[in-house]
């Protein structure tokens, strides 16, 4: 039998607000030592985000693939393992074909052994998943106010605009926004779009004709 810790964090934040590795270990160690388990490893995941299943994590895909009968799991949080209730309960449920046991310290005892325990695991996880849902929707609402107001939102910079240093909103390019209506008035004569991209072109403006059709789908 091993006894494995696992630990993570996804961002510096959550380093700074009670979350961090080291006191993760500290919590796994101090379990471990009340229960009578000898640690054979506390395996460390760093930056790496809870969206992303346990299993195809770079250090919790190689813990998981090694586990065997009788082996151990300790894990401060269950967010710390899972993303989702779904992925929780699909590999509680393997860990069981396993032989494996987990314990999440903020759950109190052996996950993958016990009913009951299952039940919290059930209703934690779903409530751990609706408050994932709540911070994907937040962070839509600000990129959607961001939006309205023009705001730059990131990403390659649409061709005919700039940022604005100053606002971080777009300001027009006047040489771009004169090839963009060169390219309406041709497309609109049924110049093709390989054609007006080698004409931007010759122009000094480098586009190519898959460049041509994203722009003119703006307009």
């Known amino acids: ?14 380093a700074s607000e009670g ?3 080291e006191v993760q270990r500290r919590q796994i160690e101090g379990y471990a030592l009340m229960h009578g388990l000898a640690l054979a490893e506390i395996v460390i995941e760093e930056g790496v985000s809870g969206s992303i299943p346990v299993t195809d994590r770079p250090a919790g895909g190689p813990l998981f693939a090694k586990l065997v009968a009788g082996d151990i799991i300790v894990a401060a949080k269950l967010d710390r393992l899972f993303r989702s209730a779904l992925d929780a309960l699909q590999v509680v449920e393997e860990l069981k074909r396993r ?5 999440l310290l903020d759950l109190g005892s052996d996950i993958a052994g016990n009913g009951l325990s299952k039940l919290f695991l059930t209703i934690a996880a779903a409530f751990a998943e609706a408050e994932r849902d ?6 839509a609402q600000v990129k959607a106010d961001q939006r309205e107001r023009g705001r730059y939102l990131g990403g390659n910079r649409p061709f005919g605009f700039a940022v604005d240093a100053d606002g971080g909103g ?18 609109s004569q049924g110049v ?3 054609t007006i991209a080698e004409i931007v072109t010759d122009d000094g403006l480098p586009l190519s004709h898959a460049a041509v059709k994203k722009v003119l789908s703006r307009q």
């Open 1 to 14: 039998m091993a006894v494995y810790g696992y630990a993570r964090v996804s961002t510096a934040k959550q």
């Open 19 to 21: 979350e961090s590795l």
């Open 99 to 103: 032989g494996v046991k987990l314990h």
């Open 134 to 139: 709540r911070i994907r929707e937040r962070v």
């Open 170 to 187: 777009l300001v027009e390019v006047p040489a771009e926004q004169a090839a963009i209506e060169k390219m309406r008035v041709l497309r």
């Open 192 to 194: 093709s779009l390989r």
